[in-house]
């Protein structure tokens, strides 16, 4: 059982590149998240989806973009990157919303120079 | 402003005695509490959660205590292991919000 996979696992990109996060899920959950760890910040939530076709902001937003076509799958894209945004990304589904457990992946190192 | 907080950044323990990781909030609104866990390079898993009518919510090795009237959790491993280093998030959420809201992390190290 793969539960929630992220692609890629690290990535290093230069200032104003652009970049797509993958998230995969096989539980059939509707809830989706991304979040970013940063240190001494802990998690913060960056979009959200309750159900496929739908997105929502979370706590830190800006600079991103997601989609969530299918309900498998949540995207999370950077346009033009920023130093700011060198972080570890994480993705997380849920069955329930807000009163459940969030199952993770694995994370995604990602380096802006 | 930072609405779960946990002030330890680091715990060291004795394999065998009690860990007590300690986690205080702000909102009063939070209603639903949960623990994770953390290896390196890896996502964080669910340890254990309480619901705010509960005080005390037990699986295990690991207990966790709700004192709403302080806001404050704490998460009590008992007997401590040396597997069970890593870093612990608590995190919170209330019914009508739309997030859940983290701590930054206790790291727990279990010395053999």
């Known amino acids: 059982n793969a539960g929630v996979t992220q692609t890629p696992k690290f990535r290093v990109l230069k200032t104003g590149q652009s970049m797509t996060l993958l998230c995969a899920q096989d539980m059939n959950h509707e809830y989706m998240y991304w979040y970013r760890q940063d240190p001494g910040m802990g998690l913060r939530l960056i979009h959200y989806?309750?159900?496929?076709?739908?997105?929502a902001k979370g706590e830190v937003p800006d600079g991103y973009n997601v989609s969530r076509l299918k309900k498998q799958n949540f995207l999370l894209g950077l346009e033009s990157a920023a130093p700011s945004q060198t972080s570890v990304y994480f993705c997380?589904?849920?069955?329930?919303?807000?009163?459940?457990?969030?199952?993770f992946g694995e994370g995604s190192r990602l380096t802006v120079l | 402003d930072q609405q779960v907080k946990q002030n330890s950044p680091s715990l060291s323990v004795q394999e065998g005695r009690i860990s007590i990781l300690n986690c205080d909030y702000t909102?009063?609104?939070?209603?639903?509490f949960l623990w994770y866990k953390k290896y390196p390079a890896e996502g964080p898993t669910f340890l254990i959660s309480i619901s705010s009518i509960k005080d005390k919510n037990e699986d295990g090795r690991f207990t966790v205590f709700l004192n709403k009237s302080a806001k404050h959790l704490s998460l009590h491993i008992v007997p401590s292991q040396p597997g069970d280093s890593a870093v612990y998030f608590c995190a919170a959420s209330e019914d009508t919000g739309n997030q859940f809201y983290f701590g930054t992390g206790t790291s727990l190290t279990v010395i053999p």
């Open positions: 989806s309750v159900g496929e076709g739908t997105t």
């Open positions: 909102n009063s609104m939070f209603d639903y």
């Open positions: 997380a589904s849920s069955l329930f919303y807000l009163t459940g457990e969030l199952f």
